[in-house]
């Protein structure tokens, strides 16, 4: 627990200073009630098939989103190997490959039919492992029971809305350094040979093409 205290002081820190400095809009907090529930029934699939249903609509966005399902495995493939050196256990072997996404996908099911985001892995969470050095399964239950409860209360999203991109910025800088950080070490620990040509311009390709994205 004392290893996240930076983090969350970081961010606390930052955010204070803003709202001090005239940065952050509280408009939204004050308008927003203390307990609500935190689904819309409208942006659920529930209210798609209405009066109103539209099937081309639906096969059009299903067909849309269709490619975008094959990025978020390839995706999630890259974050399981990062987070299991970063964990120093193959998460590839145990519990595999074929668990983790089939958790990911039903997770993601599960959210859709509430209008929620997707659950897809996030590399952000490798950074954060990395620098707390909490891998403990029981911390992410604890953390989404928690998440579950907050989500209750729209004043605390309202909150967390109002962070100014300063402050969020300053984060991604630090997680995203460590998802960076730990890629080179998987290098350097499989002996990547970077006397091969292939190698690198798989590695140039891969830092101009995200530098350049980002």
């Given at each position: 627990?004392?290893?996240?205290?930076?983090?969350?002081?970081?961010?606390?820190?930052?955010?204070?200073?803003?709202?001090?400095?005239?940065?952050?809009?509280?408009?939204?907090?004050?308008?927003?009630?203390?307990?609500?529930?935190?689904?819309?029934?409208?942006?659920?699939?529930?209210?798609?098939?209405?009066?109103?249903?539209?099937?081309?609509?639906?096969?059009?966005?299903?067909?849309?989103?269709?490619?975008?399902?094959?990025?978020?495995?390839?995706?999630?493939?890259?974050?399981?190997?990062?987070?299991?050196?970063?964990?120093?256990?193959?998460?590839?072997?145990?519990?595999?490959?074929?668990?983790?996404?089939?958790?990911?996908g039903l997770a993601t099911i599960l959210?859709?039919?509430?209008?929620?985001?997707?659950?897809?892995?996030?590399?952000?969470?490798?950074?954060?492992?990395?620098?707390?050095?909490?891998?403990?399964?029981?911390?992410?239950?604890?953390?989404?029971?928690?998440a579950i409860v907050l989500s209750f209360?729209?004043?605390?999203?309202?909150?967390?809305?109002?962070?100014?991109?300063?402050?969020?910025?300053?984060?991604?800088?630090?997680?995203?350094?460590?998802?960076?950080?730990?890629?080179?070490?998987?290098?350097?620990?499989?002996?990547?040979?970077?006397?091969?040509?292939?190698?690198?311009?798989?590695?140039?390709?891969?830092?101009?093409?995200?530098?350049?994205?980002?």
């Amino acid at each position: 627990m004392v290893k996240i205290v930076p983090i969350l002081l970081g961010v606390v820190v930052s955010y204070a200073v803003a709202a001090v400095l005239g940065e952050v809009d509280f408009s939204g907090v004050a308008a927003a009630p203390w307990v609500g529930l935190p689904v819309v029934w409208d942006n659920t699939v529930f209210a798609l098939f209405g009066p109103q249903f539209d099937s081309s609509l639906a096969t059009t966005a299903i067909i849309t989103i269709m490619p975008l399902a094959f990025a978020t495995m390839i995706g999630h493939i890259g974050d399981i190997s990062a987070i299991g050196s970063t964990c120093e256990r193959n998460y590839i072997a145990d519990p595999g490959l074929h668990r983790t996404l089939l958790g990911d996908g039903l997770a993601t099911i599960l959210a859709s039919l509430f209008g929620a985001p997707a659950n897809t892995t996030y590399g952000e969470n490798t950074g954060v492992l990395a620098l707390t050095r909490v891998f403990d399964p029981r911390v992410i239950r604890i953390a989404a029971c928690c998440a579950i409860v907050l989500s209750f209360c729209p004043k605390f999203a309202a909150v967390i809305a109002a962070m100014p991109a300063c402050v969020i910025g300053g984060v991604s800088l630090v997680l995203y350094g460590m998802i960076s950080a730990v890629g080179v070490r998987n290098l350097i620990e499989n002996q990547v040979d970077f006397q091969n040509n292939r190698n690198v311009l798989v590695a140039a390709l891969v830092l101009v093409l995200s530098l350049g994205i980002a």
